[in-house]
């Protein structure tokens, strides 16, 4: 089993930055990718940004040039650096994690933290 623990979310002003950060915990071999997510009341969760483990990096056209995903491999951690924050980006934010366990892979989500942009 794997545990993922986000923190960084809060509430800043349209123009401001947060960083999210995702500490994954557990048994597992190897972590293959991680990834943000974000899902608004009634909405499907849509992918924000997406790095894999050679750090090759996927955006959300709505981010791009705005939001950063990276990792730090030693603490199976990845990072979402976000800024200049729009309102429309205001939602929960998940971290995701796909693993590498023995025999089988796992897919696996954290509990979700909310950013809040206001105007």
């Known amino acids: 089993q794997v545990q993922l623990a986000e923190s960084g979310g809060g509430s800043v002003q349209a123009g401001g930055s947060l960083r999210l950060s995702c500490a994954a915990s557990?048994?597992?071999?190897?972590?293959?990718?991680m990834g943000w997510y974000r899902q608004a009341s009634g909405k499907q969760r849509e992918l924000v940004a997406h790095i894999t483990s050679g750090d090759r990096t996927t955006y959300a056209d709505s981010v791009k040039g705005r939001f950063t995903i990276s990792r730090d491999n030693a603490k199976s951690t990845v990072y979402l650096q976000m800024n200049s924050l729009k309102p429309e980006d205001t939602n929960v934010y998940y971290c995701n994690a796909k693993v590498m366990h023995w025999g089988s892979d796992g897919d696996y989500w954290g509990q979700g933290t909310q950013v809040t942009v206001s105007s």
């Open positions: 557990g048994s597992f071999i190897s972590i293959n990718s």
